[in-house]
């Protein structure tokens, strides 16, 4: 029997897809000690907080239904990473040794620079900000003006979703209404919204939010009872806070095995991961095998074998489009996307069945069978640039 000094201690930061994942998968060795930890006692099903604010869903689940035995969880929060200590000092003031890191600590809602944006729009990027849009909703009227600021798919989900539900929504895009779906899925989604009322602004932009409307850069000024603000992502500062490079969002830099380029006992996964520079499409998709990974660099890295490259390819995109229509964007494996794509009601039976096939058929059978998740490979990235030496920081 394996003593328990002789167990490797790994701390996955972060209980989101990736995180959880990444946890569950660890334990393909009895001889690891996983450590997550994660801000909340809950998972939250990021990809369903618009059905959340809506009130058409909920979006937690019970972290005992979805973590392997043997997981231990702790609910804090991560302030900085210590590689000279090996050690992650959390908010509470506890410290949790490590021999091996995996940076799974996600994304959040993008700081807009817009005059009366940080004080007057909301957001539903994670599960507090969602809350508090949710309670604020529920002290409009129905027929208060509704502004979603974003026309990426979570801007389209949240107008289509709150439009199901008989808000007036507009929605103001950047530029081009959904931008990652071929020319033809533009073309339904905008169907879709004008057929249920939400008035889409095209090649708009929001220069400045007010309590009661927001101003558009050609001077337009619109009624808004309530401004959500979907444009743009950022993640957490804890990479640079514990002076780990960075790409210029915050972004850990990694080789493509995911090995942090300054510390090889620091491995990440997720929206926080940037490979060579060239970071994935910020997804509920890339994170479960960025999470697998992750935890198979790790398991590498224990084992003293070398660990293998990123090998993901993307297949498309789902758009839910309220509870009775959606879209499946297909997309080549360097993600971008092809004429074919599935609407109407096929389109969110297809959502509904990814939203639960992720919780269902991949975090919780690696709970039961780590090591069993797989997903489509589409071979080493082409063009992969020359960076900087990973600082190797262990025999």
Known sequence: MTEHNTFHKVVVIGGGYAGTLAANR????????????????????RIRLHQFVARTGEATVDYGTLLGEGVRLVVDSAT???????????????????????YAVGSTGGTPSVPGAAGFAFDLAELESARRLRARLEELPLN?????????????????????????????CGR??????????????????????????????????????????????????????????????????SGLRTDALGRLLTDETLNSLDDDRIVAAGDAAAPSGRPLRMSGYAAGPLGAQAADTVLSRIAGTEPATIDLAFTGACVSLGRRAGIRQLARKDDTAVKVYVGGRLGAVIKEVTCRFVVAKRIRRE?????????PKGGPRPGEPASAARVVTSP
């Open 26 to 45: 660890l334990r393909q060795r009895d001889d690891v000690d996983v450590t997550l930890v994660n801000p909340r006692p809950e998972f939250v099903e």
């Open 80 to 102: 900085r990473i210590d590689g000279a200590a090996r050690a992650v000092r959390l908010a509470s003031g506890r410290t949790l040794d490590y021999d091996h890191v995996i």
């Open 144 to 172: 208060a003006p509704v502004t979603v600021v974003g026309g990426g798919l979570t801007g389209v989900e949240t107008a289509a979703e709150l439009a199901e539900r008989g808000r007036r929504v507009t929605l103001v």
């Open 176 to 241: 081009s209404l959904a931008p990652y779906l071929s020319a033809g899925g533009r073309r339904y989604v905008a169907r879709w919204l004008s057929g249920h009322g939400v008035a889409v602004l095209g090649n708009a932009a929001v220069s400045e939010v007010r309590p009661d409307a927001v101003v558009l850069a050609d001077g337009g000024v619109r009624a808004s009872a309530l401004t959500i603000w979907t444009a743009g992502f950022g993640v957490p500062g804890l990479a640079a806070a």
């Open 367 to 375: 709970a039961c069978e780590p090591g069993s998740m797989g997903w």
